[in-house]
């Protein structure tokens, strides 16, 4: 065989060996990429993403769009060519594994966890927008979970109003751990509740519960240090004035709780207070209305971008990512709270953008 043609097959045979090489071999990379972006203004899968009964409405236009990001699952192991093509294309972002499943964290975990965010993003969400309209909401401490084999298994149960604990009145969650810690372990302490069941009905009824019960619960010793426990996580519910529901399938995590609530806002207050524009946005919320950072935020900003939207509505802490790569003809909007939130969407809603709050590189 000629020395060229061998040098040639050489060649071709070492190229062949590293693409397969490339797809074969697994690096312990993940993808981000734009995920689908929803009008909480609007429908989805023929249902209103937000519904209220009980309290006025008024029509709404326009959008104000959650924004999401797809990532890969983890299990799946991307090889070199896919990551090298993610790092090249300008839609997409490649992020080690762990940023995505930290301690092997798998999927169904992780979908669980988001789940519980969501969830909990729901609820800061209607009383971030309630109070930002000066709507009253009563909070009340509940037992939010029991572990089990715990002294409190069987005695106390989630979604029970917890009223006092040795007599010492409960206000916040804190409370609780307050006087239980003080007893010695395998002291008894008791419980003044509500049970879950009487609460829920009360609520239902539009009515205070009027009966409680002394749970008697012997304490025990923790594993981790010498303190007392009853084995619950304490948490705050909230009972509205009216019934905000939010349905939203196949979503998780905590960042579309600035979106739900100006959404709530909005239905609940005469005039559209996107005056009809386009405006995506993200960011977590709490119960006083305080915007939280999220992950992703680049890809967030594509998805909108590619939906339509004109304007996003940016976390601060998220600002200087999101200005370092702003997609041509969005325009970022930086809030820290769901007021300033509102306060901007007035100003887009009248066409007075020269004074928006703009994020910058830092």
Avoid at 5 to 13: D, E, F, G, H, R
Avoid at 48 to 55: Q, T
Avoid at 220 to 232: E, H, M, P, S, T
Wanted: hydrophobic share 40%; glycine share 10%; net charge negative.
């Amino acid at each position: 065989m000629p020395r060229r043609t061998a040098t040639l097959l050489a060649a071709t045979l070492s190229l062949i060996a590293l693409l397969c090489a490339g797809v074969l071999i697994p690096v312990p990379y993940s993808e981000m990429s734009p995920g689908p972006t929803v009008n909480t203004l609007g429908d989805s899968g023929g249902e209103p993403v937000l519904r209220i009964s009980g309290h006025e409405t008024y029509p709404t236009s326009g959008h104000l769009n959650m924004t999401t990001v797809r990532v890969t699952g983890a299990e799946y192991r991307m090889n070199i060519v896919e990551a090298v093509a993610g790092w090249l294309a300008h839609d997409r972002v490649v992020v080690p594994h762990d940023t995505l499943y930290p301690d092997g964290k798998t999927e169904e975990q992780s979908t669980q966890e988001n789940a519980e965010e969501f969830s909990q993003s729901q609820e800061s969400a209607r009383v971030a927008a309630l109070r930002q309209l000066r709507l009253p909401v009563a909070s009340r401490v509940i037992v939010s979970s029991v572990q089990k084999d715990s002294p409190a298994e069987g005695r106390l149960h989630a979604g029970d109003v917890i009223k006092a604990v040795d007599g010492v009145p409960v206000r916040e969650p804190k409370d609780v751990a307050g006087v239980v810690t003080k007893r010695k372990p395998g002291a008894p302490v008791e419980f003044t509740i509500v049970p879950a069941k009487d609460a829920a009905a009360a609520e239902k009824a539009g009515r205070e519960p009027t009966t409680t019960e002394e749970i008697t619960v012997r304490t025990k010793r923790a594993a981790d240090a010498n303190r007392a426990i009853v084995g619950i996580q304490a948490g705050t519910d909230h009972t509205f004035p009216f019934q905000i529901d939010i349905k939203l399938d196949d979503v998780g995590g905590p960042s579309a709780g600035l979106m739900f609530a100006l959404g709530i806002v909005d239905k609940l207050t005469p005039g559209p207070m996107t005056g009809g524009r386009f405006v995506a946005g993200t960011g977590t919320i709490d119960e006083n209305g305080k915007v939280g950072p999220i992950g992703g935020i680049q890809m967030k900003l594509v998805g909108a971008r590619q939906a339509g939207a004109s304007y996003f509505l940016t976390p601060a802490a998220n600002c200087p990512t999101a200005a370092a790569d702003t997609p041509d003809g969005l325009t970022l909007i930086k809030v820290d709270t769901i007021a300033d939130a509102v306060t901007s969407l007035e100003k887009v809603s009248k066409g007075d953008t020269a004074g928006l709050p703009s994020c910058s590189r830092g």
